[in-house]
Every structure is written in structure tokens, then in C-alpha cells.
């Protein structure tokens, strides 16, 4: 059986070569992706209506209002607009397998994940010195000063360009000894002067924004489950690649 090549700068490369080039060169985990999302959509079709709403929604999340900001778009990103649209549909259809492969977990996932989505708003103040720290709390409890000016004055982490106020912030996020305390606390509460990764901290809870399964989380949820799933996907690939190399 003749081989075929692919005629590259003058340089030949067989199409047999090219599943190793890809993955030598890091292109295979792309690749694998694509593959996999024309696999799986393949058989998608949105309706005209949907189409319709998805090019609008993306006509306004890039400000494109005429046929000049339109040109302007493309030029920028050096496409076509039949190429735009073609790209367009794509992600339509990979929106749509997301939804109807993921939106029933959605709930299950969030209920189990919503501790660590709720978001917190926290004052801080880090210092090396324990004895620098306890002074700030004692002006603090005795309020001679506000936590905002002391952080801004003593505090030598980052916060203090801040005025020491952080957030708001999903409690995942935030360092684990002083999320166990936020967890712990209310509104308002000052904490008496802790050691977290060689500081000494004065931490004080402002406020507890419970997650919500809005719109906008139920979204982030579906993709966060598409984006784990593909990668499995991708990863399992790539471990059959390897093995047949080896062999």
C-alpha cells in the first residue's frame, strides 16, 4: 500500500508520523479535543431560532453594532465572517451538547459544592512581629483606629494597598486556616491574633454571600463538568497513544 505525505517546506512527513509529530511538538491534547467535539455534535442541530439567539448574544458581547465594528472585529482577529460564523455554530453545538449531557447534574453538583462556592468579604492585617500584631489589636478593641488604617499602615502583605479589605471571594479560595475561621464566625467578628504560614494575622469577617444556582452558576457548573469530562476523555487517549508506542 502506497504511503501518503504531507509536503511541508520541503520536508515530507508521512501521515503515519504525524499522531507522533503531534504529540511531540504538545499539539495532541488540541487536536484530540477537536476530534472529540466534532464526534460528539456530529449530530447536533440547532434550529434557525437558536442560531439566530446565539449570533445576537455574541453580536453584543463584542460590541458589534454595524457592518464597521463587524469589519473591524474581523480584521482584528484575522477571519472571515463566513469563517466567524462557521466557528459560531461550532461552539453552538458544543453549548447544546454541554446542556443535555450536564444539565440534570447541575443541582446534585451544586448542592454538594455549595460551601465552597459561598463567597466572603474579610479584613486583614499581616505582620511578621506577634507583638506588632497583639499593639494592632489592642488598638483595634479599644478603637483607636479604624481596620482599615491599620492595614493599610502596618500590614506588610499586599492587602494593604487595599486598605486590608479582600473579597468578596469564594471561601474555596481563601487560605484554609483563615477559611475555618470565616466559617466560623459572623458578621463583624474580630479574631484575637493567629499564626497562618509564618504571619501573624488579624482577620475580621465583613460579610457571607450565600451561593445561589442562578443563571450564571448554573452555566459555570455545565461547563465545569463538560471541561472535566473532555479532559478524561483526552487523557484516556493520549494513555493509548503511549502505549502503542511502546509497543
Known amino acids: 500500500m502506497s504511503q501518503s505525505w504531507i509536503n511541508i517546506e520541503g520536508e515530507l512527513v508521512s501521515l503515519e508520523e504525524t499522531p507522533l509529530l503531534l504529540n511531540e511538538l504538545n499539539l495532541m491534547p488540541i487536536f484530540l479535543r477537536r476530534f472529540l467535539e466534532k464526534k460528539f455534535t456530529n449530530e447536533i442541530v440547532p434550529t434557525r431560532e437558536e442560531q439566530t439567539i446565539y449570533y445576537q448574544k455574541f453580536l453584543k458581547r463584542e460590541k458589534i453594532s454595524d457592518k464597521t465594528s463587524l469589519s473591524n472585529w474581523l480584521n482584528f482577529h484575522g477571519v472571515s465572517e463566513s469563517d466567524m460564523e462557521i466557528?459560531?455554530?461550532?461552539?453552538?453545538?458544543i453549548e447544546?451538547?454541554?446542556?443535555?449531557?450536564f444539565a440534570d447534574k447541575v443541582e446534585t453538583v451544586f448542592l454538594k459544592r455549595k460551601s465552597d462556592l459561598d463567597r466572603v468579604t474579610y479584613s486583614l492585617i499581616r505582620a511578621k512581629s506577634r507583638d506588632k500584631i497583639s499593639e494592632l489589636n489592642m488598638r483595634l478593641k479599644e478603637e483607636e483606629d479604624t481596620f482599615s488604617e491599620l492595614s493599610s499602615e502596618y500590614s506588610e502583605g499586599i492587602e494593604n494597598v487595599l486598605n486590608g479589605l479582600i473579597g468578596p471571594i469564594e471561601i474555596s479560595k481563601v487560605n484554609p486556616v483563615i477559611a475555618e475561621r470565616l466559617k466560623a464566625s459572623k458578621s463583624g467578628q474580630l479574631w484575637p491574633p493567629f499564626e497562618c504560614e509564618g504571619w501573624w494575622v488579624l482577620l475580621r469577617h465583613e460579610r457571607f454571600i450565600p451561593a445561589t444556582l442562578n443563571k450564571e452558576m448554573r452555566k459555570r457548573l455545565i461547563d465545569e463538568l463538560y471541561e472535566a469530562w473532555i479532559a478524561s476523555k483526552i487523557k484516556k487517549a493520549l494513555n493509548s497513544l503511549k502505549k502503542s508506542v511502546k509497543e
Open 87 to 93: 466557528n459560531l455554530f461550532k461552539s453552538l453545538k
Open 96 to 101: 447544546k451538547f454541554k446542556n443535555d449531557r
